[in-house]
């Protein structure tokens, strides 16, 4: 009952062997990911596997070739793109730009947030050049209110690091009005 039903969906899909090769692999994965949202969760991940494997079987043929530890595990699922990239996303992106080794790119980035941590503390401030600039700050004492009981409260004063982002990169990231 089971084969049945896995056999009907990889039918159903489009990406059995019927599939034709000119189809670019983010379509597939695109079609691979609706029939997954439509498949019953309990067959779900032997369905993607089996999808893998005849999507690897199709593209072999041409001259990269892709294995299937390089598929996402679940395809245009795992993509989120509110989600931070991490730092071992970061360091890789690094490595693959300059052409270095991952753990040279990782002591780089190390060595950048110690440098702009030591010369925060003694100038005050530490700019990223082209991103922005880091700028510790005093803020003073003030009154305040607990927001539980709304009584008045006092807040010391203390000193805050800042980031100034460069106009340059503000304009990139979210470009201004027209007027």
């Known amino acids: ?95 693959e730009k300059a052409g270095i080794q991952k753990k040279a790119a990782a002591a780089v980035l190390e060595e950048i947030a110690a440098l702009a941590t030591k010369e925060c503390k003694s100038s005050g401030q530490f700019v990223v050049p082209g991103l922005g600039k880091a700028v510790k700050a005093n803020r003073k004492a003030r009154m305040g209110r607990n927001p539980q009981t709304g009584g008045p409260i006092k807040i010391p004063a203390k000193t805050v690091v800042k980031f100034r982002l460069a106009k340059a990169f503000k304009d990139a990231v979210v470009p201004p009005k027209k007027k």
């Open 1 to 95: 009952m089971l084969k049945k039903r896995m056999q009907e969906l990889i039918h159903r899909s489009g990406l059995g062997l019927s599939a034709p090769k000119e189809s670019t692999l983010s379509e597939r994965l695109t079609a691979m990911a609706e029939d997954w949202l439509q498949t019953e969760p309990s067959l779900r991940p032997s369905l993607l596997h089996d999808r893998k494997r005849q999507i690897v079987a199709d593209l072999s043929s041409k001259p990269r070739v892709i294995g299937l530890d390089q598929l996402p595990p679940y395809p245009m699922l795992s993509y989120n793109p509110t989600k931070v990239m991490t730092k071992s996303q970061v360091v890789s992106h690094l490595a």
